[in-house]
Each structure stands twice: as structure tokens, then as C-alpha cells.
């Protein structure tokens, strides 16, 4: 299935776009990473600045992602993602200059631009997918659109922390930039198919009243309908342990590793050979099993490796954790996108994906911003910060499980 589908050009545009994209996102991510260390106030426990990163890059899609959503479903869908990634590109440019001139805060205002385009592209992204593909191979196609994220994140993190360390911090930002360009052309060639699109409202009076009514909808088609508010919470509580990760978790790491930037690409790396596997696997298996029962399985899983992850000291013990979290976390990723992607209608997917990027953003934002402050002041140690985010995915997917029992 996977090779008909690459004999797909829109398709293969669509993949190649995103591997790209992931890959600069990486070297993105520990440039930025280094940047924060070095500028923070005290760089051997720089929680209060890592706290700062979820807020600026995801307090756009929680305030105007369900707008963007429903402006995406009114538009035309690869010119949003063209766009979209030109302006990332141009910004991710901007934000050397900014930290020149104007320190962390000035870098940090970039980061937030940043991701209000992102805020357009990623409900773009997975609302284009069921207009390339035929409806029986949206699980296949949202394998392997995970599988090139993975991939990405496999040679981005390996490559990636090696460059940030020896390079320093301006080179990553340097190819992040670089990167967004490439997709933007292999995003040109997609050619979707054709979706009536809504007529736009004469007047601004009108057009936001469209915009109310259209946020409503979607929220509506989301608490309504079972698998997507299923699939919606599940992602909930993912993001909520991964804000606990980045900021707690990066703690211990920077306690327990002396070369932290290449070593955390190294860690990412082992995260990505795992989801590669789980992505495998649930292309291969995932249709014999219902998506609550592989959603169970995924949040369960990868909080067990969190609570391992937490009295683990060694690097091949840490990177043999993070293969195996990788494993279920792709498990619960390709899952749910394949979920929503399947119960919401064309003229509605942009609004019900950006409501979950909304949603995810929220939770992020909340456990990050909250264990910056509990750590900065000592409240809590980070070992116990994230394996109480383990033991809550352990919880929510032990009651998943038995939900669909009976």
C-alpha cells in the first residue's frame, strides 16, 4: 500500500514537504534550546526560561487557532501551506538579528510570529490529506506521514545537536530557514482535489460572524462526535506529560549528561528509530484492532516509559526508553489522525484540527508553565514532575481500555 501510495505525486510532494519541514524543525529546536541556556539567569537551572518556550510558541494557536481553522476551511488549501511556510521561512531568518540586537525577549517575539503562521499550516496540513488519498488509505497515509516526521526527527536530532554544539546556535536557526524554503516548493506540486468552498461574506461585519458561527460548529462536530473527542483528549494529556517532559525532563537531563545538546539529539534520535517502529506496526496491524483499543495501548505505554525514564542515569538505559516511548507514542499519533481524518467531512476538517491544536497547545502550555514555576521555587523535584505525568497517561489509558470493555 505504501508504494501505490508514493506513486501518488501529490502525495509524495505532501511527504517530502514535511520531512523537509520536521527536519529544519529539529535543527530549530536546539537552536533554540542553546539559546535559552546560554541567556538564562542561571544556566544549571534554567526551568523559568524553558518555561517560556511553550508559552510563545503555542499561546498563537490558543488564541487564534479556531479562527485560523475555520479561514483554513474557507481557503484554498495548498496555497495556505505555501504561504504559510514562505513566512516561517522569512521569519525563522529575522530571528538572528533579533537576538543580536535585542536578547532572548526579541528572539522569543520571532518564536511567537513563527508560530502564528504555524497556526494556518498544521489544520492545512492535516485537512489536505483525505483530498490526495482515497478514503481506504487514510491509515496508510497518516502512517506514513508520521513515519516521515520520525524520519526527520531521527537524522534532524542526530545532526542537529552535533551542529548546535560545535557550530553554535546561529547555524541551526541558519538551515531551519533554508529548509522551510525546499517544502515550499515540493508543497507547489501537490495538486488536491477540488472541494467546494463556502462563499466569503460580502461585508467584515459579516465575516466575523461567520467566523463565530463557523468556531462554534466546530467545536460543536467535536464534543458531538465520539471518535474525535475521544481522539482529542487522548492528544489532551499526551501534550500535557510532553510540556512536563520538555521542562522538567530537560532538567534532569542537563543533570545527568555533560555534552546536554548533542546528547538530547541523541535521545531524540532513539525517539524517532521508535516511532519509526510503532509507525511500522500500526500500518502493518493497526486495522485488526479497534482505535479506542490502540488508543489505550498508546497512552499506557508511553506513560510506563516515563516513569521508567525518571530512575534512569545512563545514556544507553535513557535512549533504550526513549525507543520504546517512541514505539507507543506513534501508536497513539497515527491513531487518532487517522480517526478524525475518517469521522469529519471535507468542509469541516480545518476547523475540527485546529480546535485540536487549540486544545493540545492549552494542555502544553499549562504543565509547562506551571512546572517552571513549581521548579524554578523548588515546589516540586523533576524526577516526580514527570512521572506524575506517567502515571496519568498510565491512568487514562487503563480507563480507555476498560471503557471499551463494556
Avoid at 3 to 11: C, E, T, W
Avoid at 109 to 137: C, G, T, W
Avoid at 174 to 184: K, M, W
Avoid at 288 to 296: D, G, N, S
Amino acid at each position: 500500500m505504501g508504494s501505490r501510495l508514493f506513486r501518488n505525486k501529490s502525495f509524495t510532494a505532501l511527504w517530502l514537504g514535511q520531512f523537509v519541514s520536521i527536519f529544519g524543525d529539529r535543527l530549530h529546536y536546539f537552536a533554540l534550546l542553546a539559546l535559552i541556556v546560554e541567556r538564562a539567569h542561571d544556566p544549571r537551572n534554567p526551568a523559568p526560561e524553558l518555561a517560556l518556550l511553550p508559552a510563545v510558541s503555542f499561546l498563537p494557536a490558543i488564541l487564534i487557532g479556531p479562527l485560523a481553522g475555520a479561514l483554513v476551511d474557507s481557503w484554498e488549501t495548498r496555497s495556505v501551506l505555501v504561504i504559510s511556510d514562505t513566512i516561517r521561512g522569512c521569519l525563522v531568518l529575522l530571528i538572528l538579528p533579533a537576538a543580536a540586537h535585542g536578547g532572548l525577549p526579541a528572539a522569543l517575539a520571532m518564536v511567537f510570529l513563527l508560530y502564528v503562521a504555524n497556526s494556518f499550516f498544521l489544520p492545512a496540513r492535516s485537512a489536505v490529506v483525505p483530498d490526495i488519498v482515497q478514503k481506504h488509505e487514510l491509515m496508510e497515509a497518516s502512517s506514513l506521514c508520521t513515519l516521515a516526521g520520525v524520519a526527520a526527527t531521527i537524522v534532524g536530532s542526530a545532526l542537529g545537536g552535533l551542529l548546535v554544539d560545535r557550530a553554535g546556535w546561529r547555524w541551526g536557526f541558519g538551515i531551519d530557514a533554508l529548509t522551510y524554503f525546499v517544502s515550499v516548493g515540493f508543497l507547489a506540486a501537490m495538486r488536491p482535489r477540488p472541494r467546494e468552498r463556502r462563499e466569503r461574506p460580502r461585508t467584515w461585519a459579516l465575516v466575523y460572524a461567520a467566523l463565530g458561527r463557523d468556531v462554534r460548529e466546530g467545536a460543536r462536530l467535536t464534543v458531538q462526535n465520539r471518535a474525535v473527542l475521544g481522539s482529542v483528549l487522548a492528544l489532551v494529556l499526551l501534550w500535557a506529560a510532553g510540556g512536563a517532559l520538555h521542562v522538567a525532563g530537560t532538567v534532569l537531563l542537563r543533570q545527568r549528561m555533560t555534552a546536554f545538546v548533542s546528547g538530547t539529539g541523541g535521545l531524540l534520535s532513539a525517539l524517532g528509530f521508535g516511532m519509526v517502529a510503532g509507525t511500522l506496526l500500526t500500518a502493518w496491524r493497526g486495522r485488526r484492532w479497534p482505535p479506542r483499543v490502540l488508543i489505550a495501548a498508546g497512552l499506557a505505554g508511553t506513560g510506563i516509559a516515563l516513569v521508567i525514564f525518571t530512575r534512569t542515569v545512563s545514556f544507553p538505559a535513557l535512549a533504550a526508553v526513549a525507543f520504546t516511548a517512541g514505539i507507543f507514542v506513534a501508536l497513539l499519533l497515527v491513531t487518532t489522525e487517522a480517526a478524525v481524518q475518517a469521522a469529519v467531512g471535507p468542509e469541516a476538517r480545518g476547523r475540527v484540527f485546529a480546535l485540536r491544536d487549540f486544545s493540545t497547545r492549552v494542555a502544553v502550555l499549562a504543565s509547562a508553565g506551571f512546572l517552571g514555576i513549581a521548579l524554578g521555587r523548588s515546589w516540586i523535584t523533576p524526577g516526580w514532575a514527570v512521572g506524575g505525568a506517567g502515571v496519568l497517561l498510565i491512568g487514562a489509558g487503563v480507563g480507555a481500555y476498560r471503557g471499551w470493555k463494556r
